[in-house]
């Protein structure tokens, strides 16, 4: 059984239309991150939850916000995608020294 | 400095033959480190976790950490085409997550 599930695997949205994808774990890690993986490149890391404290990466565009309302859910919200947000979104779990993935959701940005 | 350095690649290997693959971190204080196989369109796939010194063999994965060296490799025995896919060299450090920007590997037939 999957133990990190990503809602929607693929998502087509407008540019500049508000977006979210979901996590949801069943492990009840602590540990949850949301990573972008662009083709080719590997996982550029966004944000990432330590229980609920939130700590996002320095260079992670304004653009992107995250909300975890309990230890199972993660989201991920996209203000105003643009074509460059266009990407596989990861989220991943971390707890006992394991680490995770969901199955990604593929944003294309039209 | 990049946490974690990985050679690109990509790296060709015969069917049968061993695959090599090495990965190198900044942080020494660095205790977790993964292996993940990522095949094109999919989310990567954890292979091989390990956080002592020396090896660690799982069916035809051996992991290798030396932490003196800051080096973790990941050796795949007979390899199979289906082995064909990038392979990201992961470490917690500080609380994160960081990856290589991984190994494309090609096994041949």
């Known amino acids: 059984d999957a133990m990190v599930i990503q809602n929607p695997r693929y998502q087509v949205t407008q540019f500049g239309k508000p977006v979210t994808l979901s996590c949801s774990q069943t492990?009840?890690?602590?540990?949850m991150y949301w990573y972008q993986q662009k083709s080719s490149q590997a996982p550029k890391l966004l944000f990432h939850y330590y229980d609920k404290d939130f700590n996002n990466e320095a260079d992670t565009p304004d653009n992107f916000q995250s909300r975890r309302p309990n230890t199972s859910f993660c989201f991920l919200d996209i203000r105003s995608p643009g074509l460059g947000d266009a990407a596989m979104y990861l989220c991943?779990?971390?707890?006992?020294?394991?680490?995770?993935f969901g199955q990604g959701t593929r944003l294309t940005v039209v | 400095q990049k946490e974690v350095e990985q050679n690109s690649g990509p790296l060709s290997v015969p069917e049968g033959a061993i695959a090599s693959l090495n990965c190198t971190y900044s942080?020494?204080?660095?205790?977790?480190f993964f292996w993940y196989r990522q095949y094109s369109g999919k989310s990567p796939e954890l292979i091989m976790s390990i956080y002592s010194n020396g090896d660690k063999e799982d069916g035809r994965f051996t992991a290798q950490l030396n932490k003196a060296s800051q080096y973790v490799s990941l050796l795949i025995r007979d390899s199979q085409p289906s082995d064909s896919a990038t392979y990201l060299c992961a470490v917690i450090s500080g609380n994160q997550f960081y990856f290589g920007t991984g190994t494309s590997l090609t096994v041949i037939p």
């Open positions: 942080d020494r204080g660095s205790q977790s």
């Open positions: 991943a779990i971390e707890g006992q020294g394991e680490a995770f």
């Open positions: 492990l009840n890690h602590n540990v």
